[in-house]
């Protein structure tokens, strides 16, 4: 059966990095448009980030400038470099291949 698996979340001061990694079992990741969402305690889940199978990328506003996602497909991975974190991002973050899968989710939380 294949899964996607994150990794990478925490605990990180206010101004830290943290770099979150999507793995897929199988070769899957290369065919699909892949995203970050988060949701956060009584939120939606929103679209952090997503790169297309050809990589173009798109930030929503807020994570612009401190987010940035990549992928490599020889090694079946999608990742999302946040710096710069701020309490706000705290959320459960969730890797999904676009019209697929969905990974379980990695914890971050911005705190002093």
């Known amino acids: 059966q294949v899964q996607l698996a994150e990794s990478g979340g925490g605990l990180v001061q206010p101004g830290g990095s943290l770099r979150l990694s999507c793995a897929a079992s199988?070769?899957?990741?290369?065919?699909?448009?892949m995203g970050w969402y988060r949701q956060a305690p009584g939120k939606q889940r929103e679209l952090v980030a997503s790169i297309t199978t050809t990589g173009t990328t798109y930030h929503t506003d807020s994570v612009k400038g401190r987010f940035t996602i990549s992928r490599d497909n020889a090694k079946n991975t999608v990742s999302l470099q946040m710096n710069s974190l701020k309490p706000e991002d705290t959320a459960v973050y969730y890797c999904?291949?676009?019209?697929?899968?969905w990974g379980q989710g990695t914890q971050v939380t911005v705190s002093s």
């Open positions: 999904h291949a676009i019209g697929g899968l």
């Open positions: 199988g070769s899957i990741l290369s065919s699909y448009a």
